[in-house]
């Protein structure tokens, strides 16, 4: 369920607020997408749950449900750490830095849809790329 948050905004020039409604990255926005990537599949993982395509995990949700890890390539990592920090941060296996945790109540849904887009296209066989490409162009022109 989306929750949409009211944000009060003084505009320059005007003498009384403007209500803005934010709508906070949930869970089910985040399970929405993913399912609608090609062949993808949600099943545990330990005591979280796992986004999977053909098996491999591309994504996975502690259970507490407010953060999302993300296993997306380092250059990938290091490009939106520079551009969100508020509610990003790496990921660490042991030493080793493996993806994105994100902070889902902060986050920005079009750059977490982006990065679970990015993290399937490592994870999927070459021969879903040109499905998951025919779905993008008919959801654009849609």
Not at 12 to 38: D, E, K, N, W
Not at 55 to 62: L, Q
Request: net charge positive; proline share 7%.
């Amino acid at each position: 369920m989306e929750i949409p948050v009211p944000l009060i905004v003084f505009a320059r020039g005007l003498h009384f607020p403007q209500v803005i409604q934010l709508t906070l990255m949930t869970l089910t926005q985040v399970r929405r997408f993913a399912m609608s990537l090609p062949e993808v599949t949600e099943e545990p993982h330990f005591n979280y749950s796992s986004f999977r395509v053909r098996g491999k995990i591309f994504a996975t949700v502690p259970p507490e449900g407010e953060h999302l890890h993300v296993f997306v390539s380092e250059e990938e990592r290091e490009i939106a750490l520079a551009l969100e920090p508020a509610f990003l941060e790496k990921l660490y296996w042991g030493v080793r830095a493996v993806g994105l945790r994100v902070t889902l109540a902060k986050a920005k849904p079009r750059l977490v849809n982006k990065l679970l887009a990015q993290a399937w296209s490592r994870k999927a066989p070459k021969s879903l790329h040109a499905t998951a490409v025919e779905i993008s162009g008919r959801a654009k022109r849609a």
